[in-house]
């Protein structure tokens, strides 16, 4: 999947049609109506969307009509589809590279949300203006495992067991696969290194007050987050929230997830 031309290639299309919703083709002129659009055709113009961060009118129109645009994505979601495609992304990469979990760093990232009230709140780095917050964890090589989107005022602290929840693919046992959670010291507290022994994680949780390691004796490992957090920020329809349905949101946070992990292949 190409999302810088929203081109999607035959191998990335035959995996996204097995979580797309069955259609019944009716036919021309049949008492069934008329026939569903082009699949592929219509989930180019979805994917236009989220990258360009444009309005529905302002989809070209060879993607077709914004009717059509706006009916498949909401039917889309309301299947789940979104969902099982970071799946199925998922574990595509693990099969042909491998996830590398090991190490997996964990960070979230305010965005602007003008003009949108459910599962938003008051953003305290804009002047209490309404925005969101992506909680994103990675593998060892940036690969997003898991994607939720939080209310801007709520803390980093009181949702990493949310963020935990959301992974979108099943974890090796960590009785045979060591595995470290890393996070800055907006996490920083007892609950979170409870939680994160609870489900077999060695915990890397920055204290309050601690100050620089040297590389020499530590290697820096958490940055790998941060960029994930740039290759979304490429997708403009996800960088400023301007979709009032929070499912809807969520939605196109997972297809922009879905998109770098396809493009990393």
């Known amino acids: 999947m190409n999302p810088s031309t929203c081109e999607i290639s035959d191998r990335d299309w035959e995996m996204i049609q097995k979580v797309l919703p069955n259609e019944i083709y009716k036919g021309h002129g049949s008492l069934g109506g008329r026939p569903h659009a082009d699949l592929r055709r219509t989930f180019c113009g979805i994917l236009h969307f989220v990258r360009s961060g444009c309005q529905w009118d302002l989809v070209p129109k060879c993607y077709g009509a914004r009717s059509t645009l706006e009916k498949y994505f909401a039917k889309w979601v309301h299947f789940g589809s979104f969902d099982q495609l970071m799946t199925e992304s998922l574990e595509l990469y693990d099969r042909v590279i491998g996830i590398k979990w090991k190490f997996q760093p964990i960070d979230g990232s305010i965005k602007r949300a003008p003009g949108c009230s459910a599962g938003a709140g008051k953003n305290p780095t804009d002047r209490a203006r309404p925005g969101v917050k992506h909680m994103i964890l990675t593998d060892q090589k940036g690969i997003p495992l898991a994607a939720t989107i939080i209310p801007a005022n709520e803390t980093d ?3 990493l067991e949310t963020t935990l ?4 693919i099943k974890r090796p046992d960590p009785r045979k696969v060591e595995q470290h959670i890393l996070a800055d010291k907006g996490f920083d507290s007892d609950e979170n290194r409870e939680i994160s ?3 077999g994680y060695y915990h890397q949780i920055r204290e309050k007050g601690e100050g620089w390691a040297r590389l020499k004796t530590f ?6 987050v941060e960029r994930t957090h740039s290759w979304l920020n490429q997708f403009r329809g996800i960088h400023t929230r301007r979709v009032h349905n929070p499912d809807f949101y969520q939605a196109m946070l997972l297809l922009a997830c879905s998109c770098v992990i396809l493009s990393k292949l």
């Open 197 to 199: 022994e609870s489900w």
């Open 157 to 159: 602290m009181k949702n």
């Open 219 to 224: 290697t820096p490992k958490r940055w790998v």
């Open 165 to 168: 929840q959301e992974i979108r």
